[in-house]
């Protein structure tokens, strides 16, 4: 289909009657209904007639099409992890690996749609155009030649098992690869650190939450006891409960959210412990509204944030106004000698070594 019969189609809404059948377009005419399908969005950027490298790479085919399933089966270098299902299918003798008929016949596919592409363009939808509008490093997907992309592509499928995962089996992710290899591979291994830092948080805070048990378990009180801020004696017991670092992922309620979310739990698991929202790791960078009265849990004794000001364990001069929403934040609380909560650090994380008074 031309890009003039492309655009007299587009020109007019698809038709549906008054009781919803659709008025065909393509009435007894499969041959245009499958160029329409197949038609290009965005022509070449590099005209195919100034591009000699098309020629040299149809003629070296059979050497980068052994180089493209040479790159599939490589694992040298690779990030992804040894066990996750991406990797074990291109890995001889395992399993679950893919045959090398399929990785081979899947090479040719795309050996042809980078021929394809540096012919005619992008065929797919603009909204899955990753070569429209690519950054500095990435230039290539719009404007490199043939013997370029041929090559980028190789080197995605060498390096990345999740990228041979996606294509090996879906034509339409392989046109997506080879409109846009440096942006494909740039997305996984942007996705790649946003699990290892996501895992990382997880297991810091069940190892954190472990911590709290084993806390709780050494320093148990008595459930019955009743205490509030008039019969709370003076402090002279502390434990250092543990020493916790958690990274700002830039959730609006960090850290309350992320904490939960990492598998610390608002209400801890044990008789005579109630660990909420604004303690443990959350103390320190949580929001406070005097309405709702966030309460503040260490072992038994329960205060609001207006008991701690009227008990002097918190003063004004240890809250801060958040620049960014304009909300009411804890600097550091002092609930007994060496018990301060240290105020977040400048790039949003914060540690905390926390001496609390039992």
């Known amino acids: 289909m031309s890009t003039q019969d492309k655009a007299a189609v587009d020109a007019q809404p698809y038709q549906f009657d008054d009781s919803g059948v659709p008025k065909l377009a393509f009435s007894n005419d499969q041959a245009a209904a499958h160029a329409y399908r197949r038609r290009s969005t965005m022509p070449p950027q590099l005209d195919p007639e100034s591009d000699p490298t098309i020629v040299e790479v149809r003629e070296a085919q059979e050497r980068w099409i052994s180089d493209m399933v040479q790159a599939v089966f490589n694992h040298d270098g690779v990030p992804e992890a040894v ?80 990228i041979c995962r996606d294509i090996i089996f879906e034509d339409y992710n392989c046109i997506k690869l080879v409109n846009a290899p440096l942006k494909t591979l740039s997305r996984k291994k942007k996705q790649r650190q946003n699990t290892m830092v996501r895992a990382a948080a997880i297991k810091e805070a069940k190892d954190a939450k472990a911590v709290l048990k084993a806390a709780a378990d050494m320093f148990p009180m008595d459930q019955d006891m009743e205490l509030s801020l008039e019969a709370l004696p003076a402090p002279n017991l502390t434990h250092d409960l543990f020493d916790f670092d958690m990274v700002n992922t830039g959730n ?39 309405d709702s009265k966030h309460s503040y849990m260490y072992g038994s004794p329960h205060m609001d944030l207006e008991d ?6 918190l003063s004004q001069e240890d809250l801060t106004m958040n620049p960014q929403d304009g909300q009411t934040q804890i600097l550091s609380l002092t609930l007994g000698p060496g018990s301060e909560v240290p105020s977040p650090q400048p790039n949003g994380s914060f540690t905390g070594h926390y001496n609390i008074p039992f």
């Open 252 to 290: 609006e309620y960090f850290p309350v959210d992320d904490v939960v979310n990492s598998g610390l739990p608002f209400a801890f698991d044990h008789e005579n412990y109630d660990l909420r929202a604004g303690t443990s790791a959350a103390l320190g960078h949580e929001n406070l509204d005097h």
């Open 83 to 162: 066990n996750l299902p991406a990797y074990t299918m291109f890995m001889h003798g395992s399993r679950t690996v893919v045959t090398g008929y399929d990785v081979e016949a899947t090479c040719r596919l795309i050996f042809e749609q980078v021929i394809d592409r540096c012919r005619f363009g992008f065929r797919g939808p603009v909204r899955d155009n990753m070569a429209l509008n690519p950054s500095n490093d990435c230039k290539d997907d719009r404007y490199g030649n043939c013997l370029t992309r041929i090559t980028n592509v190789t080197h995605a499928l060498r390096v990345s098992k999740c």
């Open 308 to 313: 701690l000001i009227a008990g002097g364990y």
